[in-house]
């Protein structure tokens, strides 16, 4: 029976747990690094609506299993279904209703973050009200490299990051270990992995989310964080200087123009990446980022429910379909974008994507307390 038991577990792809007044979710497909599937997002959703509404429960926990946080959205779901208009949309709407929701949570919510933390993984991390990482960690938002875009509401964390750092992570698509996140304010609290599991206990024993007492167990546990000299968030000064640029032509011009300074070498790398990226995931993202400045989270989610369905229908370019191709399918990694260069990425298509949908077919975001969890994918035009 037990035995049975564990396998009932190892088959479920998030593990809802009630320990008393706390409660955990499990991210549980280790082996494909807790990749965001549909069904991820059903049930994560479920749990966090019911936690919400009851009364009983105090503190929200979630972690994954294996060596990964989440890896970020299922690329080769959204691949299988190219040649079915709007197949996949459903589990967008999923996810970004849902990424409304984590942002305005009501009850205190813990990530503990012993891994891969990417994409729209990062969405069950960067928002919660705090956020344990380890040695381990390793965040990115590497979309705009496939033909895709920055989002689960990334276009609003990265926006309000220090300086033009936003524009560099969401265009590079450049990695941030633990320390770093919690100096640039993406992590509250940098934990060794070691004390983790003593962490998750000592919480779990609390019976209590009152945010104070929480933050004071999390800093028994927690380190001081010191940057490494050679640490990306030391070059602010240069990477302020160019990604500040109007367009992303004059960014990669004025990075260029840097790279060939003596102690500037760290920069050839990051300027390959960006030359091998979809000139017009490029394009999209800069927009993105930079309109998210002015923009709340619920329209940044929006806005991105919007981008990404015009991506997945190929309104304009087909560079997300090639680009899961060239990185997850083939494997060849030698995607052949279309358009091939910035100069062919017309403004005028930019604008297209950026459109308001069909009215039924927008996300619908809560705007009244008393419908908080309305505006699910049933009640859409999709469904």
């Not at 499990?26 to 599937?37: A, D, E, Y």
């Not at 989440?70 to 690329?75: N, P, R, V």
């Not at 750092?165 to 450049?174: N, Q």
Request: charged share 30%; aromatic share 8%; proline share 3%.
């Amino acid at each position: 029976m037990a035995q049975e038991g564990r396998n009932i577990i190892d088959e479920q792809v998030v593990v809802g747990e009630e320990k008393g007044s706390v409660r955990l979710a499990t991210l549980n497909r280790p082996r494909q690094l807790n990749v965001i599937s549909s069904e991820v997002v059903l049930k994560l959703a479920e749990f966090l609506e019911t936690w919400e509404k009851d009364d009983k429960t105090k503190l929200i926990l979630i972690k994954g299993a294996g060596r990964a946080f989440s890896a970020g959205g299922d690329l080769k779901m959204f691949y299988d279904g190219r040649e079915s208009k709007d197949s996949c949309l459903e589990v967008v709407y999923r996810m970004y209703w849902l990424c409304y929701h984590i942002h305005t949570y009501k009850k205190t919510q813990v990530s503990l973050v012993n891994g891969i933390s990417m994409g729209g993984g990062a969405s069950l991390m960067v928002p919660m009200k705090f956020s344990v990482v380890t040695e381990k960690t390793v965040f990115a938002t590497p979309e705009a490299s496939i033909g895709f875009h920055t989002d689960c509401g990334f276009s609003y964390v990265h926006s309000r990051l220090p300086g033009h750092l936003g524009e560099f992570f969401a265009l590079t698509g450049a990695r941030l270990n633990g320390k770093e996140l919690v100096a640039i304010g993406m992590a509250t609290h940098f934990v060794p992995s070691a004390k983790l599991a003593d962490l998750e206990a000592r919480l779990v024993s609390l019976d209590s989310g009152d945010v104070d007492v929480v933050r004071s167990t999390i800093e028994e546990f927690s380190e001081k964080v010191d940057l490494d000299k050679d640490s990306i968030l030391n070059k602010q000064t240069i990477i302020d200087e160019c990604f500040s640029k109007e367009s992303v032509k004059q960014i990669i011009q004025a990075f260029e123009a840097e790279g060939s300074k003596e102690g500037n070498e760290w920069i050839t790398p990051v300027i390959k990446g960006l030359k091998r990226s979809s000139p017009t995931g490029l394009k999209i993202t800069l927009r993105s980022i930079r309109e998210g400045r002015k923009q709340t989270p619920s329209d940044c989610l929006k806005k991105e429910f919007r981008i990404t369905t015009n991506i997945l229908r190929s309104t304009i370019s087909p560079d997300v379909y090639e680009g899961i191709r060239a990185l997850t399918i083939d494997k060849d990694n030698s995607p052949k974008w279309s358009p091939a260069t910035l100069d062919e990425v017309a403004e005028e298509k930019i604008n297209l994507v950026f459109e308001p949908l069909e009215d039924d077919i927008e996300l619908h975001i809560p705007e009244t307390e008393e419908n908080r969890w309305g505006g699910k994918y049933e009640t859409s035009g999709f469904a």
